[in-house]
């Protein structure tokens, strides 16, 4: 019955608005909007977009600004994204009307940074429109010496130019953070920087560094003070405790202390789920999949970007489905549907390009490879690797350069399988592509994939026959690690060693019995 007369009372009021002049219906608005503000006073805010509404059709624009900016942040509050764009849009329009004035600018200012934070969401980091809207804030806090501001700007700005893989932009960018943080003694721009700069350098393959940086910003951290529901300068993207986590893991992993990578990854999840903040838990999920992914942890990389993929779809976040359907792929790889599973990968891969998101594409690019080199395509295999360190190379990616090279290596030993043998051209190419992925990862620090690469190159080497100087090698740097053993790699490795002693033993054996002297036959 409600719903009934609420559907009757509103067709009379389109009736009777019908029947007002339209040069009437502007001071209608206006009145209506009065009426309904002194009406709720201090609870105005629950009905800012109508007051908005009623204030713009009656002209009276600075209100109407002022109360579009209201809903937007309430939008954002509620993590409405879309619906905090458009409020944000909205009033920027408004404000066209509006006497230039040190206010005009504030609130352009505040509006700019809100909708850079609702398109992070939308559109992704690397989308035109947030570059856009974190460029003109940049422009306003640099008019007006806005330094407060100046956090969330530089961190957007930041995220856009990391999303299209311009690490040295977005390095340069976190050192300036940094240099503010020195001067200003404000832990939460100190937060920004480390968090920025951990990344960055995780990017550049510099893992000791990428690690200090973030360890310090964990320890700055203070989910009451900087979680995004509490803090205007991380309203935009993930929670930086989050991402320092996030980020910290996947350093762990890479130095060879998978043990402590799998801690901290589950620290980074239950600090994402408790914050009440989609994006965080989107971003931790989909970070967390490729960590096992990386980890050859199927079931656990496909819960979780299953539950990133449930996240995004909900709150329309467009960025970690794209980067999810090359994880998607591999997993189904690994459950025997690898052509169908490629494709995914081929289109996870072409709609990031269309959007102008480069970072991590030498990852995703060495997933490909994986696939094609478990169904025997090692032509794309190839391309896929050639492609991958031309980007690194490009972009200044070069965190992944090690893992590249080993399946490089390995790519083209399956290329020539059949028609070369060990000891041709092909096999020496082969072990100079393991033998740069080992020097590069020792120069990086990058033990687990320092442990692949000599995994690799002991498998050729035995099966060359110098199995003698395969044990050795792998036995080296199987003896540096201290935990983790019941990781895929560190099994792989085992197990080739066990393999390696087995057959030295074998041959050992074959030795001492033709090195006896034939025994004695008794005559007739």
């Known amino acids: 019955m409600a719903g009934r007369y609420a559907f009757i009372h509103t067709l009379y009021q389109q009736v009777l608005y019908a029947h007002v002049s339209i040069g009437d219906r502007p001071g209608l608005h206006l009145r209506t909007g009065q009426r309904l503000e002194r009406g709720y006073a201090e609870r105005a805010g629950e009905i800012a977009g109508e007051l908005a509404m009623h204030f713009a059709h009656g002209r ?25 764009a458009d409020h944000a849009t909205r009033a920027l329009d408004l404000l066209k009307a509006w006497p230039e004035s040190p206010e005009r600018t504030q609130q352009e200012l505040a509006l700019q940074v809100m909708l850079g934070a609702a398109l992070t969401a939308t559109h992704g ?4 429109e947030v570059a856009r809207a974190y460029a003109r804030a940049r422009e306003l806090c640099e008019h007006v010496g806005d330094t407060v501001r100046l956090l969330p700007v530089l961190l957007g700005l930041g995220r856009f130019h990391q999303g299209r893989g311009e690490v040295q932009i977005a390095r340069g960018l976190a050192a300036r953070l940094l240099a503010i943080a020195d001067t200003t003694h404000d832990p939460a721009v100190g937060l920004a920087a480390h968090n920025a700069l951990g990344i960055m350098a995780f990017y550049g ?56 990578a799998a801690t901290r990854m589950r620290e980074a999840l239950a600090l994402a789920r408790s914050l009440d903040h989609p994006f965080s838990v989107a971003y931790a999920c989909h970070f967390a999949a490729g960590f096992h992914l990386c980890r050859r942890e199927r079931d656990a990389a496909q819960e979780l970007e299953n539950e990133a993929l449930v996240y995004s779809t909900d709150h329309g976040f467009r960025l970690f489905p794209m980067m999810g359907a090359i994880h998607r792929g ?20 072409a709609a990031l390009r ?64 059949g028609s070369s043998a060990p000891g041709t051209a092909v096999a020496r190419d082969a072990e100079s592509s393991f033998l740069e992925a080992i020097e590069i990862a020792r120069r990086q620090r990058a033990k687990s994939f320092e442990l692949r690469a000599a995994t690799s190159l002991s498998r050729l080497r035995a099966d060359q026959g110098k199995r003698a100087e395969a044990r050795a090698l792998l036995s080296d740097i199987y003896g540096w690690f201290t935990e983790g053993f019941d990781t895929a790699d560190l099994r792989e490795a085992k197990l080739l060693l066990e393999e390696l002693e087995t057959r030295a033993g074998a041959s050992r054996a074959g030795q001492t019995t033709r090195s006896l002297p034939a025994a004695a036959t008794e005559g007739p």
Not at 60 to 84: C, I, S, T
């Open 60 to 84: 009276d624009f600075e209100r109407a600004a002022r109360y579009r900016r209201q809903a937007g942040e309430h939008a954002l509050r509620q993590h409405a994204y879309r619906e905090a």
């Open 125 to 128: 980091y690397g989308a035109l």
């Open 205 to 260: 393959g510099e893992f000791d560094a990428a690690l200090a940086h973030l360890e310090q910003g964990i320890e700055l951290y203070d989910p009451r003070e900087y979680s995004p529901n509490r803090s205007i300068a991380f309203r935009a993207g993930q929670d930086p405790g989050v991402s320092c986590a996030v980020y910290a893991a996947w350093t762990l992993q890479l130095l060879g202390h998978p043990a402590r």
């Open 330 to 349: 591999w997993v189904l790889s690994e459950q025997a549907r690898s052509e169908e599973g490629l494709a995914q990968m081929r289109e996870g891969l």
């Open 354 to 417: 269309a959007i102008g998101i480069e970072i991590r594409r030498p990852v995703f690019l060495a997933l490909l490879a994986e696939v094609c080199e478990k169904i025997r395509q090692p032509g794309e295999g190839l391309s896929a690797v050639t492609e991958a360190l031309a980007a690194g190379a490009h972009t200044g990616q070069r965190h992944w350069d090690a893992e590249l090279h080993r399946l490089k290596g390995t790519l083209m030993l399956q290329a020539e399988l």
